[in-house]
Each structure stands twice: as structure tokens, then as C-alpha cells.
């Protein structure tokens, strides 16, 4: 099915079951996606997983896409990866605003993230087990437009993750909740 909108621009799905993604307009500018459901009798079709032919559709039909909020526990790295793959010329290079949030996900997507998502303004990884110190240095390195960073639960974000951040001159919202030993000094 297909949603249609001559100039739709903003697409909230969240909290909507399915098992296929409609068709997307290319004029959307701001997606929000979730599939994090129960399965509990009322909605036994909830699924926890982004499937390839959905990733395909937001990744290729949406080139106006600058706002991605994805809340799912799988999707294919390969897709993703290859989205952000390519630096400044990559299709994730648009991007204004990523979040992403207790995902599973490789270090190969979030370094190709950190290279490819250049004119970030906002980015969210929340509770990310994936998200370390090398992923934060080469964000510093890349992405120096970022101004608003979500980090909660971010277990292996240590000083010298946050060392890499703070030379980021436009940054005026850092949220770093992080309960790990190696992050005692963070937390004061």
C-alpha cells in the first residue's frame, strides 16, 4: 500500500504494527518509525524487527529525508551502512537530526554513520551498547555542526569520548547518563 501526500512532509508511525512499510511520498522530510512492540494476544503481529524491503524504501524513496527517528531492535546493518557509506556524497549526508535508539547495530554502520552524517545537527543513541570512545572520536572528527548529543545508557563512553565531543564548538546539549565503573568521573 502507499501513503499519499503531494506535500506531506512529516510521517509519524510510531507505534504502528505492521509487517510491510507503505510507500513513502518523496516529498517527506521528517520520518519517525517504530516497531518496538508487545506480543501480547491484542497484538500478536508486533514485530521488533525492521525488515530489508522496508530499510529499502526509507533508504531510497525519501530523497528529501533530512529528520530520521528509528526505534527498532533489528534492521540489516548492509542497508544502513550502505546509506551513510560514501562521506560527504553519501544519501545520509542530508541528514539534520538521527535518532536512534536501542538499537543493534555494528561498529562498521556507526563509524560509517560517524564518516557519512556530516551535517548533523542532532543525534540521539541512546541506550546503544555499541556506542564507545572510538565511535565518539571519529563524530568529533566528521561532525562539527552537532549541537544537541544524547548518550543515555551509553555503557563504554568513557573522558576520553567526551574529550573527543568537546571540542565540538556548536554543541550546547549534551545528555550523558551512564552507569559503568569506568565512568565514575562522568556522573558528578
Given at each position: 500500500?502507499?501513503?499519499?501526500?503531494?506535500?506531506?512532509?512529516?510521517?509519524?508511525?510510531?507505534?504502528?504494527?505492521?509487517?510491510?512499510?507503505?510507500?513513502?511520498?518523496?516529498?517527506?522530510?521528517?520520518?519517525?518509525?517504530?516497531?518496538?512492540?508487545d506480543e501480547n494476544p491484542f497484538e500478536l503481529v508486533a514485530t521488533p524487527r525492521l525488515f530489508d524491503d522496508s530499510l529499502r524504501l526509507i533508504?531510497?524513496?525519501?530523497?528529501?529525508?533530512?529528520?530520521?527517528?528509528?526505534?527498532?531492535?533489528?534492521?540489516?546493518?548492509?542497508?544502513?551502512?550502505?546509506?551513510?557509506?560514501?562521506?560527504?556524497?553519501?544519501?545520509?549526508?542530508?541528514?539534520?537530526?538521527?535518532?536512534?535508539?536501542?538499537?543493534?547495530?555494528?561498529?562498521?554502520?556507526?563509524?560509517?554513520?560517524?564518516?557519512?552524517?556530516?551535517?548533523?545537527l542532532d543525534l540521539e543513541t541512546s541506550q546503544m551498547l555499541s556506542v564507545d570512545d572510538r565511535f565518539l572520536a571519529i563524530l568529533g572528527d566528521?561532525?562539527?555542526?552537532?549541537?544537541?548529543?544524547?548518550?543515555?545508557?551509553?555503557?563504554?563512553?568513557?573522558?576520553?569520548?567526551?574529550?573527543?565531543?568537546?571540542?565540538?564548538?556548536?554543541?550546547?546539549?549534551?545528555?550523558?547518563?551512564?552507569?559503568?565503573?569506568?565512568?565514575?568521573?562522568?556522573?558528578?
Open positions: 500500500f502507499k501513503i499519499d501526500g503531494f506535500n506531506l512532509r512529516d510521517i509519524d508511525l510510531y507505534g504502528n504494527y505492521f509487517t510491510i512499510l507503505p510507500e513513502l511520498p518523496p516529498t517527506v522530510h521528517s520520518l519517525r518509525l517504530s516497531v518496538n512492540g533508504t531510497e524513496c525519501t530523497p528529501n529525508l533530512t529528520h530520521l527517528a528509528l526505534d527498532v531492535n533489528h534492521l540489516s546493518t548492509h542497508i544502513l551502512q550502505r546509506y551513510f557509506a560514501g562521506g560527504a556524497k553519501s544519501q545520509g549526508s542530508r541528514l539534520r537530526s538521527l535518532k536512534i535508539c536501542r538499537m543493534r547495530i555494528t561498529y562498521r554502520v556507526l563509524f560509517a554513520i560517524a564518516r557519512g552524517a556530516r551535517n548533523l566528521n561532525c562539527r555542526q552537532l549541537r544537541c548529543i544524547n548518550l543515555n545508557g551509553c555503557r563504554w563512553v568513557s573522558d576520553k569520548g567526551m574529550a573527543a565531543l568537546a571540542r565540538l564548538e556548536n554543541v550546547n546539549s549534551l545528555i550523558a547518563r551512564i552507569d559503568h565503573k569506568r565512568s565514575t568521573r562522568m556522573r558528578s
